[in-house]
C-alpha cells in the first residue's frame, strides 16, 4: 500500500525526522489557510497523487504571495499529472500539501528496500539527488552507493557515517545524517516498509538535513498490525475493480485477455493462467476467491470479471477440499444466472463430490440452454476455453 507525501511526512514527524511544516488542502481557500498558519514567505504547492515526478509534470509549485497560494492550489486541484509512472491516463489531483519552501543548498537521494536475494535490507544513496533513480542508473551508475543492512536491527552509526562521507559530507553533516538515515531505517523496520524514498533529502542554508520528499510502500501482507497505516488508505487510487475484490476479500488483477479466471487458491490461478497461455489464449484477470469459495464471493467474482468487456470466456476452476464440490456447482450456477447469455462458461472441479458437481453443472447446461460446461481436467477446460474465446471473436469480427 502506498502512502500520500503527506501522510508520509506525518509518518516520519511521528519519529522526530526533520520534514518541512506544512499541511494537507482540498480546496484553494484551505490551501490559503494552511499558508497563513506557516512562517515564511515563501511556499511549495504539491500535488498529492501516488506518482513520482510530479516537479516535471507541474504538481509542484513554488510560490511568494498569498494570492499565488490561492490561483495555484486552484490550478492544480483537479488537474491530471501524467508522469512515467501513471500511464497516460494520468492522476487527478483531489488533494494538495501546501508547506515551507526550503532553502536548498544540495539534495540528496535515500532510499531503503528489501533486498530478497541476501535477505537483508538495502540503502541506496547519491549526492545527485532530485533525478529519479532509474535514471541516474543509467547516465550515471557509479553515482549510486549501496550499503546492505540488517533487516531486524536499525542500521548503525557507522553504517550512516561512512554513507554521508561518500556522499562527501562534512563537519557535522556526516552525523546529522547518519542521525536522520538511521531513524529512517527504524521507521522502514517497524512499519514493515517495502519501499522508503527520500528524493531529494536536502542540506538547507543552515546546515540541517531534511526531507522534502517521501514515498513510503508499506507490506499489503503486515497491514493488520498497522490500524493507523491502514486507515490512510486511499481508494480514490487504486483501480476499481481491484477496491471491489478487496472489500470481499478477493485478490484481482487485470490483465489484457479475453479469457477471465476464477480460481480458488493462489498457486492454481498462477497455473490456470499458464496452461490458457499453453493452449494459445489470454488471461483477462488473475482472480482468487480463496479457500471458503461461497455463493456470495463466486458471486463478486462474476461481476468483476464481468465488468472487463473483453471477457468472452469465463474459466472457473476450482478445487474442492475444505467446501464440497455439488455446494461449489450449486453456488457457481446461482451466480452465473447473472452472466449475460452470449458469454462462455467453462467449469472445472475437482475434489470432493466432484462427479455431483459435475452432473449438475450438465444438467444446468441442458436445461438452461446456456453455454455452460463441465470440463474433465485442467487441460481440458483451458482448451475448450480457448476454442470458445478464438469462436467468439471470429464472430464478432465477422
Ligand atoms: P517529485 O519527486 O514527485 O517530482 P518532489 O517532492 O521531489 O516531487 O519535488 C520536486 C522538487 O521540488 C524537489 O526536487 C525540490 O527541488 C523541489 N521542492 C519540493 N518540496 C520543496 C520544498 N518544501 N521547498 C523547496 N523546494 C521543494
Ligand atoms: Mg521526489
Redesign the pocket.
Known amino acids: 500500500m502506498y502512502l500520500h507525501?503527506f501522510q508520509a511526512k506525518g509518518l516520519l514527524r511521528s519519529y522526530g525526522i526533520p520534514v518541512?511544516d506544512g499541511g494537507v488542502a482540498s480546496t484553494a481557500s484551505d490551501a490559503l489557510r494552511v499558508a497563513k498558519e506557516l512562517q515564511g514567505d515563501k511556499w511549495?504547492i504539491?500535488a498529492q497523487v501516488h506518482a513520482?515526478?510530479?516537479?516535471?509534470a507541474g504538481?509542484?509549485k513554488?510560490v511568494d504571495k498569498y494570492s499565488s497560494v490561492y490561483d495555484t492550489s486552484t490550478e492544480m486541484l483537479g488537474m491530471k499529472i501524467i508522469t512515467k509512472q501513471t500511464g497516460e491516463e494520468g492522476k487527478t489531483v483531489r488533494r494538495i500539501l501546501v508547506?515551507?519552501?526550503?532553502d536548498?543548498r544540495h539534495?540528496i537521494y535515500l532510499s531503503f528496500m528489501v533486498d530478497r536475494d541476501s535477505e537483508q535490507h538495502v540503502m541506496i544513496a547519491s549526492a545527485e539527488g532530485?533525478t529519479e533513480i532509474e535514471e541516474l542508473a543509467e547516465t550515471n551508475p557509479e553515482a549510486i552507493i549501496s550499503e546492505k543492512l540488517s533487516a531486524v536491527v536499525p542500521m548503525g552509526n557507522y553504517q550512516g557515517r561512512k554513507i554521508a562521507k561518500m556522499l562527501g559530507l562534512e563537519g557535522k553533516l556526516i552525523n546529522r545524517f547518519a542521525a536522520v538515515a538511521a531513524k529512517l531505517h527504524q521507521v522502514f523496520i517497524e512499519q514493515d516498509c517495502m519501499l522508503l524514498e527520500i528524493?531529494?533529502l536536502v542540506i538547507d542554508g543552515k546546515q540541517n538535513v531534511i526531507c522534502?520528499?517521501a514515498k513510503v510502500s508499506v507490506d499489503d501482507n503486515a497491514l493488520f498490525r498497522h490500524s493507523k497505516v491502514e486507515e490512510m488508505k486511499d481508494y480514490g487510487e487504486m483501480d476499481p475493480q481491484e477496491v471491489r475484490a478487496s472489500i470481499y476479500d478477493l485478490s484481482y488483477v487485470s490483465m489484457d485477455g479475453n479469457i477471465g479466471c476464477m480460481v480458488n487458491g493462489a498457486g492454481l490461478a498462477m497455473a490456470t493462467m499458464d496452461i490458457i497461455k499453453f493452449y494459445g489464449g489470454e488471461p483477462a484477470n488473475f482472480l482468487d476467491v480463496g479457500g471458503g469459495a461461497d455463493e456470495n464471493k463466486v458471486r463478486e467474482a462474476f461481476k468483476i470479471i464481468l465488468t472487463d468487456p473483453q471477457v468472452k470466456v469465463i474459466l472457473v476452476n476450482i478445487f474442492g477440499g475444505i467446501v464440497r464440490c455439488d455446494l461449489i456447482a450449486k453456488g457457481v450456477l446461482k451466480a452465473a444466472e447473472e452472466v449475460p447469455g452470449d458469454r462462455h462458461l467453462v467449469v472445472r472441479l475437482d475434489g470432493t463430490n466432484v462427479e455431483e458437481g459435475k452432473a449438475l453443472i450438465n444438467e444446468h447446461a441442458k436445461s438452461s440452454g446456456l453455454s455452460v460446461h463441465a470440463a474433465d481436467t485442467m487441460a481440458d477446460a483451458a482448451e475448450l476455453a480457448v476454442k470458445l474465446a478464438n469462436q467468439a471473436e471470429d464472430k464478432e469480427q465477422g
Do not use: C, F, S
Not at 99 to 102: D, F, G, K, N, S
Open positions: 507525501e518541512p511549495v504539491k513520482g515526478g510530479r516537479g516535471k504538481g509542484v513554488i508547506e515551507e519552501a526550503t536548498i539534495e532530485g528524493n531529494p522534502l520528499d
